[in-house]
């Protein structure tokens, strides 16, 4: 297994610069994801899913991320347009 967890200084003893890449290295995976639930958290408040069934909870997750991918999508589209012209 490989750990995922960042590293943390102490007090007189801070973080070597390979422990401060590590974290780095680490977080950006951890940085992306946080992000996409953040979102739906608090654009969609999509923090519980109060379903009757694993089917209706699967599709109501479904729609939420086919929701944010469209979202995504346009949030995109406008930062290229603004950046062609």
Known sequence: MINE???KG???HPLTDEQKASNTVK???RDRVEHIFGFMTNSMKAL???TIGITRAAAKIGLMNLTY???R???LKKK???IMG
């Open 48 to 50: 519980y899913v109060r």
């Open 5 to 7: 967890i960042n590293e």
């Open 69 to 71: 991918n469209m979202i």
């Open 10 to 12: 102490a007090r007189n």
């Open 80 to 82: 290229a347009y603004a």
């Open 27 to 29: 977080s950006r995976v």
């Open 73 to 75: 999508c346009v949030q």
